[in-house]
């Protein structure tokens, strides 16, 4: 599913300076982060079952699937605005009939998991 796509495109991309978006290899980035390497970050946060997709996954996700990833963050105090998090492509969102830019995906975090969220039209 999504996480080996995920590990593949960590792997695929390891030594490229441009894939994190930063500048920096996702290699650098998982030896920074305490890891061995790509490899080693893969077999212990990407791929296992139970554990949530963050960091560095929030930025490969997106481009392996090329699309826009926007994330919800509710609680429950009361807010007139939702907080995103936005990850992947430094595109518009694709927005009406033809649109070529990269597709907006919008989830909510939720406790162990992420829910598919279907934003309403603008009135």
Known sequence: GL???TAGHL???AADDEASGCGISYE???VAQDYAGVEDFCQRVVLP???EGESLVMSALPAALGIRLRI???DRQAASEV???DYGGGEEPAVGH???ALPEVHVQLRPGHYDLLY???TR
Do not use: D, K, Q
Request: with cysteine.
């Open 119 to 121: 934003p309403g039209r």
């Open 49 to 51: 079952e139970g554990t």
């Open 83 to 85: 907080p995103f998090c």
């Open 98 to 100: 033809g649109a070529t």
């Open 28 to 30: 650098t980035l998982c």
């Open 11 to 13: 792997s695929v991309h």
């Open 3 to 5: 996480r080996r796509v």
């Open 72 to 74: 919800a963050f509710l």
